[in-house]
Antibody, heavy 116, light 109 residues
Framework: QVQLQQWGAGLLKPSETLSLTCAVYGGSFSGYYWTWVHQPPGKGLEWIGE???????NYNPSLKSRVTMSVDTSKNQFSLRLTSVTAADTAVYHCARGRGADAFDVWGQGTVVTVS | EIVMTQSPATLSVSPGERATLSCRASQSVSSNVAWYQQKPGQAPRLLIYGAATRATGIPARFSGGGSGTEFTLTISSLQSEDFAVYYC???????????FGQGTRLEIE
């Protein structure tokens, strides 16, 4: 059974860089796209972007200038960096597995990130 | 950019009754729609993909329908554990775009 476990700094100051990592346990790392989604307090979900094991990436155009994703295949981990954060980036950040090109079937537990 | 609009924002239904949630796309998206359930403090849970295919382990009381611009999620007989927020999601392969609706809160009447 595939599980995702994520971690990273939960409190940032404006202009700092958000950095989160998600580890994949119990399943294959290759053959999937690995995704980040965020959810501002009390609001809906927004796709940030995705990466596969050979580091092909797709980013949300609205965040593309500030986003970098990477993978560490030796550890079955993928990471998110979001630069120049503002209060608007305060959210719960979720990592997830892309089922194919369509939906996300396995999710991490979520990380609360506050920019203040 | 395709916008997914969900209605209603809040739906009040009694346990045992049927609930129908709607999602409208701003332009045709074929059957490229998924549905998720999210409970407070939890990650979303995939229910439906390809507009009508239930994900692994999802009970048969959940069904999805529609194509083009109009989609529905129906829960045939509401159980207490079904009261949650539901999101639709569009996916496009190229250019790669993922967009979510704003959510429908399903609450106990």
């Amino acid at each position: 059974q595939v599980q995702l476990q994520q971690w990273g700094a939960g409190l940032l100051k404006p202009s700092e860089t958000l950095s989160l990592t998600c580890a994949v346990y119990g399943g294959s790392f290759s053959g999937y796209y690995w995704t980040w989604v965020h959810q501002p307090p009390g609001k809906g979900l927004e796709w940030i972007g995705e990466i596969n094991h050979i580091e092909n990436t797709n980013y949300n155009p609205s965040l593309k200038s500030r986003v970098t994703m990477s993978v560490d295949t030796s550890k079955n981990q993928f990471s998110l960096r979001l630069t120049s954060v503002t209060a608007a980036d305060t959210a719960v950040y979720h990592c997830a597995r892309g089922r194919g090109a369509d939906a996300f079937d396995v999710w991490g537990q979520g990380t609360v990130v506050t920019v203040s | 950019e395709i916008v997914m609009t969900q209605s209603p924002a809040t739906l009040s239904v009694s346990p045992g009754e049927r609930a129908t949630l709607s999602c409208r796309a701003s332009q045709s998206v074929s059957s490229n729609v998924a549905w998720y359930q999210q409970k407070p403090g939890q990650a979303p849970r995939l229910l439906i993909y390809g507009a009508a295919t239930r994900a692994t382990g999802i009970p048969a009381r959940f069904s999805g329908g529609g194509s083009g611009t109009e989609f529905t999620l129906t829960i045939s007989s509401l159980q207490s554990e079904d009261f949650a927020v539901y999101y639709c999601q569009h996916y496009n392969t190229w250019p790669r775009r993922i967009t979510f609706g704003q959510g429908t809160r399903l609450e106990i009447e």
